[in-house]
Structure formats: C-alpha cells, structure tokens
T-cell receptor, first 109, second 114 residues
Framework: GDSVTQMEGPVTLSEEAFLTINCTYTATGYPSLFWYVQYPGEGLQLLLKATKADDKGSNKGFEATYRKETTSFHLEKGSVQVSDSAVYFC????????FGAGTRLTVKP | DAGITQSPRHKVTETGTPVTLRCHQTENHRYMYWYRQDPGHGLRLIHYSYGVKDTDKGEVSDGYSVSRSKTEDFLLTLESATSSQTSVYFCATTGTGLGPDTQYFGPGTRLTVL
C-alpha cells in the first residue's frame, strides 16, 4: 500500500544551521504530500503541503517540493531556531492519511 | 485552534481490563479519527467516523472498537487491554469539504497497560 519513509533521527543542529529531513514515498496514484510538526506535549499540526508534482509547499521558513521523478518530498529550512525543536512527520494522503515514523529535531543555541 | 479535548490525558491500567478513551470536539466537524503513536511507526489509524453512528476500520483496528452517538463525541474502547496497546492515542477531526489533510489533532492520551 501507499507509504512514506523518512530519515531516522534524532537530528541535532546548532542555531542558524541548514536543515534537511529526507522523505520518500511509495504510491500507486497521485497522493497529496504533507509535513506535520509535533511540539513537546502537543498533537500534530500541519506545517505545509503539496498536492501535485512540482508544487512547493512553504510555511514558517520551511519548504518542501513534490518531486515525482524521485518520489521525494524533503523538508528544508535555511536557518533553524531553537523554537524549531520538535518531531517532524512526513505524510501522504490518497484517501486516509499515512504518516512516516517521525524525525526528532533538536536545535541548540 | 479547533476545540478538541481528550480524556483522560494519562491512564495506567492492568492487562485484561476495559478502557475507554474519549474525544470531544466543539467544531461540529463531521469526520473524526483515532490514531496511535508508537516509536518508529509514526501515527497509525485505528478507526474513523464519517458521521453519527457511521464508523470504519483503519490500519490497526484489531482489539479496538469505537462509537459515535453524537457529532461531538468519539469514543475508543479497548475491551480487554494488552501490553501491546501501551501507546499515545490521538484524536483528530476534519470538516466536510476540508479534506483529510486539514485534520486538527487533540493533545493526546498516554495509556500504559501493565
């Protein structure tokens, strides 16, 4: 069935470093792709999404581009902050939502 | 933020006992979901509801049942809890026409089965 695979963490970066979290997907059709973020003690929040190939989702300085040729949707941010420390989930949705295992990001001052 | 609450927020129980988790929403959303979150697995869908008294199974439904007698409440029941059901459980909702991506999540319930 449809699924996503994301890089395992944890990831630890210094403030202002560049962030990449890899996500690849397997799908029979043309799903929408998402990144969710989970801050400590909270539920998931939608960070960004892309609904078709070559779409770029962006929010709060984060970006991800829907790459059909490489079946990827990597999350990037040019300069991370301590407040970005959270768990990030890649997900896809042909119908119901399928989540990756999550990548924990810790940003140190 | 959507008004989604879950109760209890934490529960410790023993193997073989019944457990019911409650999700309550004030958004009048039609769709409601129960997920479990486990290390290395992300979130996995247990059951979902597309209206009052209308429910269906998700990816990991064995050992769980649900009920939705009112729009605002979606109950998840473990008839006889097992240690493998130790997890963090999240409820989510979405409204008609918003699509599955526009899910609003509750704060979660941490369940420990001893």
């Amino acid at each position: 069935g449809d699924s996503v695979t994301q890089m395992e963490g944890p990831v630890t970066l210094s403030e202002e470093a560049f962030l990449t979290i890899n996500c690849t997907y397997t799908a029979t059709g043309y799903p929408s792709l998402f990144w969710y973020v989970q801050y400590p003690g909270e539920g998931l929040q939608l960070l960004l999404k892309a609904t078709k190939a070559d779409d770029k989702g962006s929010n709060k300085g984060f970006e991800a581009t829907y790459r059909k040729e490489t079946t990827s949707f990597h999350l990037e941010k040019g300069s991370v902050q301590v407040s970005d420390s959270a768990v990030y989930f890649c997900a896809l949705s042909p119908d119901d939502m399928r989540f990756g295992a999550g990548t924990r990001l810790t940003v140190k001052p | 933020d959507a008004g989604i609450t879950q109760s209890p927020r934490h529960k410790v129980t023993e193997t073989g006992t019944p457990v019911t988790l409650r999700c309550h929403q004030t958004e009048n959303h039609r769709y409601m979901y129960w997920y479990r979150q486990d290390p290395g697995h992300g979130l996995r869908l247990i059951h979902y509801s597309y209206g009052v008294k209308d429910t269906d199974k998700g990816e990991v439904s064995d050992g769980y049942s649900v009920s939705r007698s009112k729009t605002e409440d979606f109950l998840l029941t473990l008839e006889s809890a097992t240690s493998s059901q130790t997890s963090v459980y999240f409820c989510a909702t979405t409204g008609t026409g918003l699509g599955p991506d526009t899910q609003y999540f509750g704060p979660g319930t941490r369940l420990t089965v001893l």
